[in-house]
């Protein structure tokens, strides 16, 4: 139940892979018929993934991934045009990549505007157009949270980037299989994908980039990607990439239908039968296959490690900031006290579950959280004082 963090690679898009391994292995970029039929592959992968996404080839880079991507798309537009201005508008709770290179931007002399996103996890775009000044050379606002899974006004925000004349980038790893991912109807210049995460490998994502965008080079290297990104064309995974995004697509409509069911089963069950448990962000504006919880007076590393020896896998976060002690910015910004964030679990759901699964996991995850809670001091024993404690704070 971690599938945010990645899923498994599909039976169909492994086949699509296969030969590039071992038969066709030639480089991209060499001149012999070894080469020239990897460059053909490269660029077939390249075509059906431009037109899945309702964009031109010349409008697709290949990267080694969504990190990679938040990267150049923030850097790439900060650096080709900081001759015009420095201020980039973004959200507080973009992935942690994002803020991480937002931050190195910032050391370097731009400056950053993080939008709040309010206790339902969503970005107003009249913040959006509010926070604009002279200087304003980028927005970039993610499709979907990877935490909590609430959806952004993208369409919105695009009208009001367009108003002003200002590139909008926009984070869809997650997105992907669940909404619509065409770029002409998001209205962005820029948008990120990674393979991982609709069940294509791992190491390969796709940087959009709107033919006329100005933006700078992030990995110096040979002539690949048109210039524009150096590095040995992975053949082998562009091809899952495009099989796995072509079979995503296809499929969106019945995937997105079971994993509701089970995500709604999932939160049903557990808002009912564990106690002193909330539901993180907004409640019907968001993708389904992400569910956050908050359990109170316990952490989140011991439910984690519970869980595990039981056989559910989870998170309490993204997967690229795991091992830090912190709480999560995510939660943070939404306004969660310190000592309920470091009470969240994300149980993100794949395609391949079954209700009998959710069944399976929700008993082991009350007996989890119902055993920490005995063990745990801040677990108030007498439920009647809590109540009344509870009814205080209110009237407070």
């Known amino acids: 139940m971690d599938c945010a963090a990645t899923t498994p690679v599909s039976k169909q898009v492994f086949d699509a892979m296969t030969p590039y391994f071992c038969e066709n292995f030639g480089n991209a970029n060499s001149l012999h018929s070894y080469g020239r039929d990897a460059a053909a592959s490269l660029n077939t992968a390249r075509e059906k993934i431009a037109s899945l996404l309702g ?16 990267n150049w798309a923030l850097k790439g537009i ?8 420095k201020h980039i508008i973004t959200s507080a709770f973009e992935h942690h990549a994002h803020i991480k290179a937002c931050k190195t931007l910032e050391e370097e002399g731009f400056e950053v505007t993080y ?47 367009k108003k002003h004349k200002i590139p909008l980038h926009t984070d869809a790893v997650q ?8 770029v002409k109807n998001l209205g962005v210049d820029l948008m990120s994908i990674s393979a991982h995460k609709f069940y294509g490998p791992k190491g390969i994502g796709v940087l959009f980039i709107r033919n006329g965008l100005k933006i700078n080079k992030l990995i110096e290297g040979g002539f690949q990607e048109r210039s524009m ?3 040995t064309s992975n053949v082998a995974h562009a091809v899952g990439m495009a099989k796995a995004l072509e079979d995503a697509i296809a499929g969106q ?23 002193h ?34 056989g559910v896998c989870a998170s309490s976060g993204s997967a690229c900031a795991s091992g830090s002690l912190e709480p999560s910015h995510v939660l943070m910004s939404l306004g969660i006290p310190i000592e309920r964030a470091q009470g969240s679990m994300r149980f993100s759901i794949n395609k391949n579950l079954s209700m009998k699964d959710i069944d399976q996991a929700v008993e082991i995850i009350k007996e989890v959280v119902a055993d920490l809670r005995e063990m745990s001091p801040l677990y108030p024993k007498d439920q009647t004082l809590f109540k009344e404690i509870k009814r205080n704070e209110k009237s407070v």
């Open 55 to 70: 964009a031109n080839s010349t409008e697709v880079y290949f990267t080694s991934g969504g990190v990679e991507c938040l």
């Open 115 to 161: 939008l709040p996103v309010y206790e339902d996890g969503v970005v107003k775009s009249s913040d959006v157009e509010k926070a604009i000044t002279e200087k304003t050379i980028l927005i970039s606002i993610m499709l979907a949270n990877n935490e909590i899974g609430t959806i952004q006004p993208i369409e919105e925000i695009s009208q009001i980037a």
């Open 277 to 310: 448990t909330t539901l993180v962000g907004h409640k019907t504006r968001r993708v389904p296959q992400i569910n956050n919880f908050c359990f109170d007076f316990i952490e989140a590393e011991s439910i984690l490690f519970r869980l595990d020896m039981q």
């Open 253 to 275: 409509e019945k995937n997105v239908a079971h994993i509701k069911k089970l995500s709604s089963y999932l939160n049903k069950r557990i808002l009912a039968e564990i106690p």
């Open 78 to 85: 900060a650096h080709a045009k900081k001759d015009k201005g």
């Open 175 to 182: 997105a992907v299989g669940t909404l619509d991912i065409n």
């Open 229 to 231: 990104r150096g590095g």
